[in-house]
């Protein structure tokens, strides 16, 4: 057991990474109360980064085959994750709901690749810039929904 560890060092770490990364995400969304949390962006974010080990190892492997092609596996982790994010859309009333958390998934599957092929600058930034968005834009988002929802009610009352 301690073999695999001592081997397999890197892939462990990416597979950590891509964890606490995806955590940091779903806290956000834990704290303002969606769905989606903390255990659902770790695993999006880790299994992207899971498919990506697999597809490199994948191409050392077959390297040599006519007609492989590795990259088609990081492709399908966004059409997985768009599949995945369309069930958390809906429409509720005339308000449509759940978009921004699967645009915060699909976002996350994106860190998990990166952090996949070991770009982890690119994803600790990423998931900076996604944090900065969410907890920004949700403090700035709410003074504008009370004069919209203001607004709302002025129009219904005519």
Request: no cysteine; aromatic share 8%.
């Amino acid at each position: 057991m301690e073999q695999f560890f001592t081997q397999n060092n890197e892939i462990i770490l990416k597979l950590i990474i891509a964890i606490v990364l995806g955590m940091f995400i779903g806290a956000e969304r834990l704290l303002v109360h969606k769905e989606a949390g903390m255990k659902t962006h770790s695993l999006v974010a880790m299994g992207a980064t899971l498919f990506i080990i697999v597809s490199e190892f994948l191409s050392e492997k077959y390297a040599g085959v006519s007609g492989f092609n590795p990259g088609i596996i990081a492709s399908n982790i966004v059409v997985g994750i768009g599949f995945l994010g369309a069930g958390l859309i809906i429409l509720h009333g005339d308000r449509l709901m759940g978009l921004t958390t699967a645009s915060g998934l699909w976002v996350t599957a994106g860190i998990g690749i990166a952090v996949g092929f070991g770009l982890f600058n690119l994803a600790t930034i990423s998931t900076v810039l996604v944090l900065l968005i969410f907890i920004t834009m949700n403090i700035l988002e709410k003074p504008i929904r009370k004069i919209s929802d203001k607004n709302e009610n002025l129009s219904r009352d005519i």
